[in-house]
Every structure is written in structure tokens, then in C-alpha cells.
């Protein structure tokens, strides 16, 4: 049917739809085509023949075919009343366009009589928005694979960083230890999520670049709402006006490199064990090459004398005694060797959790300390435990209580306090007793030297703060003391966390 024929009423007052850019299709009261405009034909690929007498329903897409009936509905039930409606209108080739527009119904309209559909073809605009959704979609995928987000802050005020509008994707809250949207994206709220000992730092590495117009690239941490810390690495760079040359904004991306920075960490330690070890390689040569051949020398020496012919008994009775006690101190320095050899074993131990209180029961019972001896107390309220070696561990506490107990004084109760402090990122461990104390001002000798004895009227080999060092060390700590004669000593180890 062509546009003349159409039953409706002053035809010639509408033969301009004919040539109308709009795509437009005209309804009867029964919902079928009968006007369809030259540009709709042409869009579509169908002839005018082809789209007449039919209904609408004819041409829309399956998934969409609930929305446009419900269109159609309300339209004729609601005369003169444009309903929105978008929809994916076949084409003639079998591919879809994509139609926004209104279906208004002008049945009651003596003028008019049909059901004007006005669309325009958005194929192009919902296409590009296709291809964003998919690029974000893939964008938001990647993000939360490499734990790396982006962000944008506009310098409106150069000299502040507060005030300033901040945006970032989805990633950096998940990395901040929120759900997207969870907090206002705020200046403020960023630096509430900064490590408290990295804010001065963070700031200062900002307004820095912001400055200069340069590009920035620090790492600071992060403390997440239920307290767990993450290491970050931010990157940006300032977009400048090609015109004035003034900074316009910041763009960043901040990457979650905890892992990075755990595998750093493992590979320092295992470099600080490797040469612990090839320093106890050394230690195992001086051992054999001067501890264990002085007294094997001295001990052929005495076996030549007992067995000289011209020896009297005296001379004999004397070399026994001799070869004896100097028997006693080569089994020492063998027991010195074995401890040595078992320490380089632990370290290819898995470490696990060690709780301090456990260890000080452990070395109380075994030492059989008794409470006439030394008032032992402890305070492990800030930090109970750490992950380490145990047999390291429970060595040094050893060796630092027995020290306490061995160098007490004799005119007071003998006190050792131990405790726990937490610095930064780093744990502290304080044995602090009142014990005979150490000389540090007028004495130069390195204490945690190899044979090193301070009190020498007191018993000892001179290895208990040599092998403290070396097992503080090998567990990425370091060892320092305080002491004064008579006031007591203060052993203060620092391990990082």
C-alpha cells in the first residue's frame, strides 16, 4: 500500500513525512504498519511493501520484545502521550540496528487517526558504549589481577593538596581494604589509610613533584581497616595545559607489591644466612686449625713424656693429670663445635609462630631456676609472639636468662624483666636485670666477641653473647646493651616485623 492510499484523514497535509529524516512508522488501531518513511526504508534495507501490514513485533529482537510490547501497551492506553521506547529493529541482511525514539498514539486524533513511531538509529552510540563497558570491564579484570589501580587528582590549588578533587577506580579500594564506594574518595581519607609513619613522607614526595612538574614514583604503606599492613607503589604524572603550560591534574596508578616486597625481604634474609654460614665456616676452621690442635698437641706431648723410658713416676703421674684436664677442654671446645653445627642446621627449619611466654617457661624449667635465685617477670601485653626459628629463639632467651642468673649480684635480690615493644615496623625485646653490670665507657672489648670474658673471675667460655649475635643476626636482628657496673645490664634485640 502506498502513502496515497493510506485511510487517513487530510492525507495531503501529511505527505511531507514521505521525505521526513526522522525513521518513521505510522500504526492502525490493530497495530499494523501502514506508512513507513523513505529514510526507514533505506536504514532497514525492507521496501515499503515489506514493512506495511505488518506489526512491530515482526522486526524487534527476542530480548527485547517484552520491552516494546509493554511500549505499544501504554501508548494505546494513553492517547496523545509519548512513551519512550528502545529497541533493536531487524534489517533486511539479518543484522540489528539499535532504535531510540517514541511511540505516541494520535488514534483519536481526526487529523492524524494512526500510531506515530519516531526513531533515530543509536547503533553507532550504543556500539561505542559496547566497546567501553568491555573496555572497563576488561580494564576493571586487569586491575584486579596485577592488585594495580588508577587515580586522578585535579589541582585547582597547587600549593594544598587538600581541597582538591581525587577520583579512583574500584582496584584502590580493594587495595585500601575496601568494597568500591565504601568511603567517600577523599584527599583526607586517603592519608587516614597512609601508615601513620609514612604520611610526612608521602605528603612531602607529593607537593614535591607537583612543584616541579615532574614525575613521582615512591612506596609507602598502607594500613587496611582491620589493621593488616600492605606495601604500595605509586606512580604519576602531571597533564599540563598546552597552552599556558600550568598544571591541570595528576594521573596515577598505585600496584599492591606486598608480595614484591616479601620475597625482597626473603631473598635479604637468605643472603644474611648465607654469610652467616660462610662466617661459621670460617669460625669451624679457626676451631679446628687452633682450638682442637693446641690441645691435641699438648696432649701428644704429655703421651711422649709418660712413655719416655727415663720418666719417674712423679713425672708420669703429672703428665696424667695433665692429659686429663687438658682432655676436659678439648671436649668442651668439640660441645662449642656441636653447638655451632646444630645452629647452621636450624636455619633450613621452617619458622612458625614462637609465643615468648612459652619460651621463658620453657627455659625457666629447663635451667631448674628457682625463685631465691632470680625474680624473673615478663610483659609480652604488646607483642606475644613472632615468626622465627624456634631453637634460635629459645637459645638466645636461654642465654640471655642464665647470664642474668650467672652475673648476679650477691647483696640484693637478683631482678630480670623481660619485654615487649612495638616501634614502627619493627619488634623490640628488652632483658633488663640488676645484676653486676658491664664497664661499656672504659672498656673497648667488643663483649659479643668469640672468647670474649668480662668478669673472668666467674666461670665461662666466653661463647653465650657471641652465639646470642650470631643467632640474632642470622634472624635479620640486631643486638644492642646498656649497663653500668652494679646497676645492671639492659640486652636490647630489634627484629623487623
Not at 108 to 120: A, E
Not at 345 to 366: A, H, K, M, P, W
Amino acid at each position: 500500500m502506498s502513502f496515497c492510499d493510506m485511510p487517513i484523514a487530510n492525507i495531503a497535509g501529511l505527505r511531507w513525512l514521505e521525505h521526513c529524516l526522522d525513521l518513521l512508522t505510522l500504526y492502525d488501531a490493530a497495530g499494523q504498519c501502514v506508512f513507513s518513511s523513505l529514510s526507514m526504508q533505506l536504514r532497514t534495507g525492507f521496501d515499503a511493501d515489506e514493512l506495511q501490514g505488518n506489526a512491530i513485533s515482526a522486526y524487534t529482537h527476542p530480548d527485547d520484545a517484552n520491552e516494546v510490547r509493554d511500549a505499544f501497551a501504554t501508548a494505546y492506553a494513553s492517547p496523545g502521550v509519548a512513551t519512550s521506547i528502545v529497541m533493536r529493529h531487524k534489517r533486511k541482511d539479518g543484522t540489528w540496528l539499535w532504535f531510540e525514539g517514541t511511540v505516541t498514539n494520535l488514534l483519536r486524533d481526526i487529523d492524524i487517526g494512526v500510531v506515530v513511531c519516531s526513531y533515530r538509529d543509536i547503533t553507532g552510540k550504543r556500539t561505542v558504549e559496547h566497546n567501553l563497558r568491555n573496555s572497563e570491564r576488561m580494564m576493571s579484570a586487569a586491575e584486579r589481577i596485577a592488585h594495580f589501580g588508577c587515580w586522578e587528582f585535579d589541582m585547582l590549588d597547587p600549593t594544598s593538596l587538600e581541597g582538591n578533587t581525587l577520583r579512583w577506580s574500584d582496584e584502590v579500594f580493594r587495595i585500601f581494604g575496601y568494597e568500591p564506594g565504601a568511603i567517600e574518595v577523599t584527599i583526607e581519607n586517603f592519608f587516614t589509610s597512609v601508615h601513620p609513619d609514612d604520611r610526612e613522607m608521602v605528603r612531602a614526595k607529593s607537593l614535591e613533584a607537583y612543584s616541579s612538574l615532574s614525575k613521582i614514583s615512591f612506596e609507602h604503606r598502607v594500613v587496611r581497616p582491620d589493621g593488616t599492613i600492605r606495601w604500595v607503589q605509586e606512580e604519576a604524572a602531571v597533564d599540563k595545559s598546552n597552552v599556558s603550560g600550568q598544571m591541570l591534574r595528576v594521573t596515577g596508578t598505585v600496584q599492591d607489591i606486598t608480595d614484591r616486597k616479601f620475597i625482597e625481604r626473603e631473598r635479604i634474609e637468605l643472603v644474611q644466612r648465607l654469610t652467616q654460614r660462610n662466617s661459621q665456616l670460617e669460625q669451624y676452621a679457626f676451631i679446628v686449625s687452633h682450638d682442637l690442635r693446641s690441645p691435641v698437641s699438648t696432649m701428644l706431648g704429655l703421651v711422649a713424656l709418660i712413655k719416655d723410658p727415663d720418666a719417674d713416676d712423679e713425672t708420669r703421674n703429672t703428665c696424667l693429670v695433665g692429659l686429663m684436664s687438658t682432655l676436659h677442654k678439648l671436649d668442651e671446645t668439640i660441645q662449642d663445635l656441636s653447638t655451632v653445627v646444630d645452629d647452621t642446621i636450624v636455619l633450613g627449619e621452617q619458622r612458625t609462630i614462637v609465643r615468648f611466654q612459652e619460651i621463658v617457661q620453657d627455659v625457666y624449667t629447663s635451667l631448674g631456676i628457682n625463685n631465691r635465685e632470680i625474680d624473673i617477670t615478663t610483659d609480652f601485653s604488646v607483642v606475644s609472639g613472632m615468626l622465627s626459628l624456634r631453637q634460635y629463639l629459645y637459645s638466645i632467651f636461654q642465654n640471655l636468662i642464665s647470664n642474668s642468673v650467672k652475673y648476679r649480684r650477691t647483696d640484693t635480690l637478683a631482678q630480670l624483666h623481660i619485654s615487649s615493644l612495638r616501634t614502627g615496623s619493627s619488634l623490640m625485646l628488652s632483658f633488663r636485670d640488676n645484676g653486676l653490670g658491664l664497664d661499656l665507657i672504659d672498656n673497648t672489648t667488643d663483649i659479643f666477641a668469640k672468647h670474649v670474658r668480662v668478669h673472668k673471675d666467674i666461670a665461662g667460655h666466653g661463647l653465650g653473647l657471641y652465639m646470642v649475635k650470631s643467632q640474632v643476626e642470622a634472624l635479620g636482628g640486631t643486638i644492642e646493651v646498656r649497663s653500668a657496673v652494679n646497676k645492671g645490664t639492659d640486652f636490647i634485640l630489634e627484629f623487623p616485623l
